[in-house]
């Protein structure tokens, strides 16, 4: 049976919990509204996604032996919601971001969801914590739908039980540095993912793998990681929270899609957006040679990450084995500046949006 928005069950909190005072310290992941969204799986009972809830949030009873504890059986994905001038709720292509899940769901053996219906129950919260979105410059509400397999066995097998959560939380800005360049460091000795893995998914294991080099980035004033190529350590893959673009000799370059890299939703905006302008992009292997060459030759234009969290993220500084390249003068360069005033102005709805990619609460 298909399952629609009003088979979503309601059970509204007591006492709403107090909302942050300050959004400009806001921070990112640092608080969560009142209700959470659940569904759960059993392919003992139904075989089917079932029992669509909102409830109060809070935490989750599980057996110590639940599966994604041991074994990693879990995805999510990361989406906003956002508030227009005229106090309106919108989200910013939300079916893409459901998509996404689904394509992790395949390659981690996790059922897949109804795309159409997920996305429908993140508005069903959303409209329920309407009043947790921020309206201050650069924040939002930061959706989080994620999968996770709780039936209680200490074996490596797909699991029987798994539960679908949605939870939101009101943030600022991603880093400290806002849309000003941030300097990145270039992981040389770790990997983050190799074609035939998950690197192409949105699967916790992937990030927990890449701390290792974040922290070690962080001690050295770096706000995050440039991974290469698992296998040659030659050719450039993504950052740590976003995918990558470089502006070389007028020519926009991001690497491609080919099974280690993840598809952000932000970088399909970007390549839409700049195609449409009538920029070359290209979707290609980048050596990190030829990021440096163009740099030591002086046409490299602009470098600049892409991701739900930051949006935009120009980088002013790569450090590749000791060796400081700084880009565009340390500052945002136009494509970027660009970008992100169009994307910004289509999701919080300040200017029209000619693609079709907001959709309302």
């Not at 959706?143 to 939380?169: K, N």
């Not at 060796?323 to 500052?331: A, F, P, R, T």
């Not at 970027?336 to 169009?342: F, K, W």
Request: glycine share 10%.
């Amino acid at each position: 049976m298909k399952l629609t928005a009003k088979d979503i069950i309601v059970r509204r909190i007591a006492t709403p919990k107090e909302k942050p005072s300050d959004e400009s310290k806001l921070g990112f992941g640092n608080f969560f509204t009142d209700h959470m969204f659940l569904m759960d799986y059993d392919a003992d009972n139904g075989a089917c996604w079932q029992n669509p809830r909102i409830v109060p949030y809070g935490p989750l009873t599980m057996e110590p032996s639940a599966m994604c504890l041991h074994y990693a059986q879990e995805v999510f994905e990361g989406m906003k919601a956002y508030r227009t001038p005229t106090g309106e709720a919108v989200l910013f292509r939300p079916g893409k971001n459901m998509e996404r899940l689904n394509l992790s769901n395949d390659r981690m053996c996790i059922p897949p969801i109804d795309e159409e219906f997920a996305v429908e129950a993140v508005r069903k919260l959303v409209e329920l914590d309407n009043d947790w979105i921020p309206k201050g410059e650069g924040t939002s509400l930061y959706i989080r739908p994620f999968i996770i397999a709780t039936e209680p066995h200490v074996g490596v097998h797909p699991a029987r039980q798994l539960l679908f959560l949605i939870i939101l939380s009101p943030v600022g800005p991603y880093y400290a540095e806002g849309i000003n360049p941030v300097k990145i460091f270039v992981e040389q000795e770790y990997v983050r993912a190799v074609k035939g893995g998950t690197g192409n998914t949105k699967a916790g294991a992937n990030y927990a793998a890449s701390i290792k080099a974040q922290e070690k980035a962080a001690k050295m004033g770096y706000a995050q990681v440039l991974w290469l190529d698992g296998i040659e350590r030659k050719y450039i893959e993504e950052v740590g929270t976003m995918n990558v673009f470089f502006k070389i000799d007028g020519e926009i370059v991001t690497p491609a899609l080919q099974g280690s890299v993840l598809g952000g939703i932000t970088r399909m905006s970007c390549i839409e957006l700049l195609r449409d302008w009538g920029y070359k992009v290209s979707e290609r292997r980048l050596s990190l040679e030829e990021v440096v060459e163009a740099a030591n030759n002086g046409k490299l234009d602009e470098a600049f990450g892409t991701g739900t969290a930051a949006v935009i993220s120009p980088i002013g500084e790569l450090c590749v084995g000791g060796q400081s390249i700084q880009i565009c003068g340390g500052k945002i360069g136009e494509t970027a500046s660009r970008l992100y005033n169009t994307l910004t102005d289509i999701q919080n709805g300040r200017t029209k949006d000619p693609y079709g990619w907001v959709v309302k609460i």
